[in-house]
């Protein structure tokens, strides 16, 4: 059909039309501009295309379509002829063309390029540019070690972001900020977003809905405190899968209300950042390269007030942007997939979670150091001598659990956590009374079944 030579009964079904350039819907409006009217079919959205000022109004319902086209439009047409006339594109994001509508491989339609290219993006397409007006980003420079103070993963985030904003492509790897309130972690992302000039910042609902247009042309998502938000175990393993759909491949399905849902090539990011509680981090799972944030940024010798000390950050993404490109060090394809693991990784996700959680992570990872610290810091010698001697009984453990939450935690709930992990609570006795204790089989034990 395509070559022109498909018939029914020796009539033509279709034809190339050498025109078809010129089948446009071009609008004045109101403001003294022009719009550009367009559908695409595979999306089932309709668009208005003001070319001069690089913006763009999309709608998935044609009523509210052609309502916005009456109130903008000068002398606009009726809906029937909107209908009708309104020419077919391709929507798409493409970093590397300039905004706008181009004739790409379909004959068909023609493509509608939705990306804008932001200042700091020529700069990364073509530093020489701005060599001459290039001032050294020092603040910012700081922050990022201060943000991360560990040397691998501060390199590793560097690296990734000058990949990522170079060639924009898809990585399963998720980058995750764990660590204290005031740290920078927001400010991060409001950098990349300057920089791209917007992200998605889905709503723990919104995540768990199975409509999920808001990953369409997106190349950085934040997920922003899902540890605290997601308050069901149900949630967070529906969140937990849904992650792990994004990441683990590039084709994912995306459906909108009152649309068939389409195969949509994605070129998302996700930013994890969590102060506490953290979410969707397994052991085993290499996607995530999780980063501790531990300093606050106020108490930082370098920083007089914090919110000057944040405005020269985003007055020097432009600097950033050149310092990225032509200083920081290129990521491998290989690195670019696969992140380095944190040296402390395990002590930072323990570190981060609530008392009850963060006993039965221990356990379950033999962190007998971590635990013998955490005797000390909360005054329970008794955990070092169970550790010693090669038993932790639960009333001992239970001793920490209550110093640890000041005495408003309950016990149940921690042997809850315990025993969710997959560690057996087995019952003793001791001195003639019934009692219990934690099988952990790392732990060099001289004890008898009965005692």
């Keep these: 059909m395509i070559n022109g030579k498909a018939n029914i009964k020796g009539v033509v079904i279709w034809q190339y039309d050498e025109n078809w350039s010129k089948h446009r819907m071009i609008l004045h409006t109101k403001r003294q501009s022009s719009i550009e009217l367009g559908f695409d079919d595979r999306r089932n959205m309709y668009y208005c295309v003001d070319a001069g000022n690089e913006h763009i109004k999309a709608f998935n319902r044609d009523s509210e379509y052609i309502s916005y086209i009456g109130s903008v439009a000068v002398n606009p047409p009726k809906k029937p002829a909107i209908k009708s006339g309104i020419p077919i594109i391709n929507v798409a994001s493409k970093p590397n063309k300039p905004f706008g509508f181009f004739a790409d491989d379909d004959p068909t339609a023609r493509t509608l390029n939705t990306f804008v290219r932001t200042p700091e993006l020529a700069i990364i397409e073509d530093p020489e540019s701005y060599a001459p007006m290039y001032k050294r980003p020092d603040t910012t420079i700081k922050f990022f070690e201060s943000l991360v103070p560990e040397e691998m993963m501060r390199d590793f985030l560097l690296r990734f972001t000058r990949r990522k904003l170079m060639t924009f492509g898809y990585s399963p790897v998720v ?198 610290n955490l005797a000390i810091d909360f005054n329970v010698p008794k955990i070092i001598a169970a550790i010693n001697n090669g038993r932790i009984r639960a009333n001992v453990l239970e001793e920490l659990y209550d110093q640890m939450t000041d005495f408003k935690g309950e016990a149940r709930s921690l042997n809850r956590a315990i025993r969710a992990i997959g560690i057996e609570i087995k019952e003793t006795t001791s001195g003639g009374t019934k009692d219990y204790y934690y099988n952990l089989d790392y732990l060099d034990t001289g004890f008898t079944a009965d005692e």
């Design 175 to 372: 980058l995750y900020f764990l660590g204290i309130p005031g740290s920078g972690k927001d400010t991060y992302v409001q950098i990349l977003e300057k920089i791209m000039g917007n992200i998605a910042r889905p709503t723990t609902r919104e995540f768990l809905e199975m409509f999920n247009g808001w990953i369409l042309d997106k190349y950085f998502v934040q997920l922003d405190e899902y540890g605290n938000q997601l308050t069901t175990m149900r949630d967070r393993e529906e969140a937990l899968g849904k992650l792990k759909a994004y990441t683990g491949k590039q084709v994912i399905q995306i459906r909108q209300m009152r649309t068939d849902g389409f195969n949509y090539s994605h070129n998302a990011t996700f930013v994890m950042t969590a102060n506490s509680n953290p979410f969707g981090i397994e052991d085993d799972d290499r996607r995530i390269a999780l980063m501790g944030t531990p300093n606050k940024l106020v108490d930082q010798d370098w920083v007089t007030d914090v919110s000057e000390t944040h405005a020269k950050i985003m007055s020097e993404t432009c600097d950033f942007c050149y310092w990225l490109v032509t200083e920081v060090g290129e990521l491998t394809g290989q690195e670019y997939v696969l992140p380095p693991e944190s040296e402390n990784k395990k002590k930072m996700i323990a570190d981060n979670m609530y008392a009850s959680k963060r006993l039965a992570y221990v356990l379950k990872y033999g962190m007998m150091d971590y635990l013998k």
